[in-house]
């Protein structure tokens, strides 16, 4: 029989969540409790103010989920999965959840995906919301004053502050849940074995629930530059593909006069704007190079690329093009509405070649015409330098976003608050989240109906993303979701007239997807501590400030990145912002989480 202090052990552990109930039966048998004794002690652990289970009679383990036979998905789907599913409760249950206001999606009380998701989960929602300008000062001192509410949701706590508000208790653990109730998430963390390190803190405990959107494209998004195809096709250019040629087609595009309205020079040959760093790009020519903050693994040691001579070679070449007046001072200062405004220009297109995320950052793309201006440009493959080096900077981890959902210490039914989040992770909630109601603003797809892919269609939109028919109908991305890159491209499309996204993914696959780096090179996200944080913190903004300022005057020629001692003094600048010390903050980070 075990002892009093064996059994309180076992108590308090299934109590704050550290031990399922399922774990502490096989271990109560294994220390020779009694079944009446094993009842007792799970009985003493439902419900009251810290109990981490229910005592609600209508509680189960994860509702009865059965994937439905009536809707269709492309060969080799993966994500998420239409199903029938039993409520969470049969039991009224009300929790308090603070959620971030946003005019998209209105009254949260009255927003139609709430209703639905309160029908079929059985679980009614009191809502706080917090404006964007004062988040962070409410929640603190929300925080602060021990006045929490049930669930905190798409506030976006950080890594640190998951592992500093669990580890005082005030977020609660999720290991067990996900175990015994995660009918969604167990099947996201399955197909994408990476999220489950991503959302675990250092402790080994997970605080938040992921949201998972795996964008294809946006994972090459810090990489891309777009060309007018029709002024490569009227000089009888090729497309480039190293940086000698892309520099070659530049100054024919100023000297050419591929617009054809018989003026010379007034086209722009290359563009770039601030939101998107020139040195991405260019640098996929002489190494890897993530961008911000321009963090890296080098055989298992985190380093930075802002201080290799491949670096500087990188930024000789811009210079290059900057004398040549090639690069435009306004690329590192202007804003993406300016760059809109010479992309959308009336008359002949003056915009040759732009680094942009993608088409609509620099041209109109709610124009569906077959002849609409943004189809002409395409992307520009990753450029291969002079030693033939060509990586292109690829986001292995970007389709993970942790700190979504916690749960806190509040919350008198974190079995049933988990099991209303899990619900969202399914595929009919997913779509009417995100994309509107049934039968109103999408529906299933037809067999035969063809999405994205080119394969089979899950679901056909009837008010296109970004619509105003669809504001108050949504949760505009503001929750759990798992949106694969399967379920992204099974949206029905005109083949003939595709939407931007269709070419952006092809452009993607065969420019940036086929250069990407080696995985290994990447560093993961981190999960700093509070100490930590703070010590990188200032040091982080400091150094990448630095290194951003120093981009634009070394590509522009305001430092000569030519001249020895201008390139020494900038390394010593770094050094006296402390960045052994950031670097060694990182890698202490890096250790803990991951090895």
Not at 534 to 556: H, P, R
């Amino acid at each position: 029989m075990p002892t009093d202090r064996e059994t309180n052990d076992l108590v308090r552990r299934v109590a704050r969540g550290e031990m399922s109930r399922r774990a502490f039966v096989t271990r109560a048998v294994a220390l020779g409790l009694s079944a009446t004794g094993i009842a007792s002690v799970l009985a003493a652990c439902s419900g009251g103010d810290d109990a981490t289970g229910s005592s609600l009679s209508g509680a189960v383990k994860g509702p009865a989920t059965t994937p439905r036979a009536d809707v269709l998905y492309p060969d080799g789907y993966v994500g998420p999965i239409a199903s029938t599913k039993s409520k969470v409760t049969t039991d009224p249950v009300t929790l308090k959840v603070v959620v971030p206001a946003d005019p998209l999606v209105g009254d949260w009380s009255k927003n139609p995906f709430t209703t639905w998701l309160e029908q079929r989960t059985g679980v009614h929602i009191e809502w706080q919301t917090v404006t964007a300008e004062d988040t962070v000062t409410k929640v603190n001192a929300m925080i602060a004053a021990n006045e929490l509410p049930d669930i905190f949701m798409s506030i976006g706590f950080t890594p640190a502050q998951e592992l500093l508000y669990g580890s005082q208790g005030l977020f609660q653990p999720l290991n067990n849940y996900i175990d015994d109730y995660g009918v969604e998430l167990q099947r996201v963390l399955k197909e994408y074995p990476d999220a489950k390190s991503l959302i675990t803190s250092t402790d080994k405990n997970i605080y938040s629930l992921p949201n998972l959107n795996d964008c294809f494209h946006c994972s090459a998004g810090a990489d891309r530059t777009w060309i007018f195809k029709p002024w490569l096709d009227k000089l009888g250019l090729k497309m480039p593909q190293t940086l000698d040629e892309f520099e070659q087609v530049l100054q024919a595009f100023k000297s050419g006069d591929p617009n054809g309205d018989g003026k010379p020079g007034d086209e722009v040959p290359f563009m770039g704007y601030s939101w998107e760093g020139m040195d991405t790009y260019f640098m996929g020519a002489f190494m890897y190079n993530p961008g911000t903050p321009w963090l890296v693994l080098n055989n298992g040691t985190v380093d930075v690329t802002f201080n290799k001579p491949q670096w500087r070679e990188g930024l000789k070449y811009m210079n290059k093009l900057a004398k040549q007046g090639l690069l435009p001072k306004v690329s590192f200062t202007q804003d993406e509405d300016a760059l809109k405004r010479l992309g959308n220009k009336a008359g002949a297109p003056v915009l040759g070649s732009v680094r942009a995320f993608y088409q609509g950052s620099f041209v109109n793309i709610e124009d569906k015409g077959a002849n609409a201006r943004w189809r002409s440009y395409e992307t520009v493959p990753q450029l291969a330098g002079p030693d033939g080096t060509r990586v292109a900077a690829w986001n292995y981890y970007g389709a993970v976003t942790t700190g979504t959902m916690v749960i806190t210490k509040a919350c008198k039914h974190p079995e049933i608050a988990f099991m209303w989040a899990d619900a969202q992770y399914e595929l009919e909630a997913v779509l009417r989240s995100t994309s509107g109601m049934l039968g109103q603003d999408w529906n299933w797809a037809k067999k035969g109906e063809i999405g994205l892919s080119g394969k089979q269609a899950i679901w056909t939109s009837t008010s296109d993303y970004g619509s105003s028919k669809l504001d108050g109908k949504t949760w505009n991305q503001k929750s759990v979701q798992y949106r694969s890159t399967d379920f992204r491209m099974a949206q029905t499309v005109d083949q003939k007239n595709p939407p931007f996204e269709k070419p952006l993914h092809e452009y993607t696959a065969r420019d940036y997807y086929a250069y990407k780096q080696d995985k290994g090179l990447q560093l993961p996200p981190l999960g700093l501590s509070e100490d930590q944080a703070a010590q990188a913190g200032e040091m982080s903004t400091t150094i990448n400030n630095y290194v951003s300022q120093m981009v634009a005057k070394f590509s522009l020629g305001d430092v000569d990145v030519n001249d020895d001692k201008q390139w020494d003094g900038y390394l010593a600048t770094l050094d006296k912002m402390g960045l052994k010390n950031y670097l060694a903050i990182q890698q202490d980070a890096y250790q803990k989480k991951y090895k």
